[in-house]
Each structure stands twice: as structure tokens, then as C-alpha cells.
């Protein structure tokens, strides 16, 4: 559970839905080879994080401030969740030369209660050179735990 699903190949189609491949898309910022260069990149790479269940990902790009505890977020990761879609909704901010901002999506889910739709519009913050989530809005509250997807 502490490292990306490694039985993802490079050529597979990336989860976050970008259309571009694993390995040229979020595999690199999950491995750590690059950073997310952007808020929405970061996004991006965190529901991929969820998606393959990479806790040390969620942990890293998890601003300390707002950040769950280890064993809870791994028992989250536990839960037998598949995602299904990213939608990128909007962004405000959040580029390469901005140091905050905010990226609005829907992520789709399947678990054994049903189809599940989450609505957010998550903060990031760049601190030394790294972009991390802070929180998000979901159904109209604030929520650190949150973003992309239920964390």
C-alpha cells in the first residue's frame, strides 16, 4: 500500500483522464521523477494517487497543515473503490508562475453502495517549488480531508 500500483505500465492509458499515457502523464510525479508543475497537474496526479491507491503520493502532496493521519488515510485507500472519471471543471490560478490556486472537478466512483459523484472545488499552495493540496469545498463546506477523491 505505500507505493503506486507498479502493474500499471507506462503505456497504459493514465487514470486521470488526460487521455495521455501513464508514463508520460502522472507516472513520473507519482515516482517521483518530476514535480507537478501545475495546481490542476497536481489534481491530476493525486486522483491518479487514489486511483492506484499510492498512499506516500497522497501523503507528500498533502499540505501539512491539513493533512489526515497516515493509518487513516490508508484505511481509506482500503475501501473497495473504483474511479471511474475526472472531470476538470474550471481553474483559477495555479500555473507555473502562480503560488496558489484552485482547481473545481468531479470525480465519478463505484463502490459496493452504488455510483458516487463528488463535486469539489480544491486549494493548492506552491511552497518551495512543490505544489500541495490544502482543502476543499464540497457541498458548499470546507473540507481538508477531501479532495480528489474522498480521502
Known amino acids: 500500500m505505500s507505493t503506486a500500483d507498479t502493474s500499471l505500465p507506462d503505456d497504459a492509458r493514465c487514470p486521470c483522464g488526460s487521455g495521455d499515457d501513464f508514463g508520460t502523464c502522472c507516472g513520473p510525479v507519482l515516482r517521483q521523477e518530476r514535480r507537478a508543475g501545475t495546481a490542476q497537474a497536481l ?4 486522483y491518479t494517487a487514489f486511483a492506484v491507491r499510492d498512499l506516500e503520493h497522497l501523503l507528500r502532496s498533502w499540505h501539512p497543515s491539513t493533512a489526515p493521519d497516515r493509518d487513516d488515510l490508508a484505511a481509506s485507500l ?3 473503490v473504483r474511479w471511474l472519471r475526472l472531470e476538470i471543471r474550471g481553474t483559477s ?4 508562475f502562480d503560488d496558489a490556486g484552485t482547481v473545481e472537478f468531479v470525480a465519478i466512483s463505484r ?3 452504488g455510483r458516487q459523484v463528488q463535486r469539489e472545488n480544491s486549494r493548492f499552495v506552491r511552497e518551495g517549488g512543490a505544489w500541495l493540496y490544502v482543502d476543499g469545498e464540497v457541498d458548499g463546506r470546507v473540507d481538508g480531508s477531501a479532495s480528489a477523491p474522498p480521502a
Open 43 to 46: 489534481m491530476r496526479s493525486r
Open 78 to 80: 482500503e475501501q473497495e
Open 93 to 96: 490560478a495555479g500555473g507555473p
Open 111 to 113: 463502490s459496493p453502495q
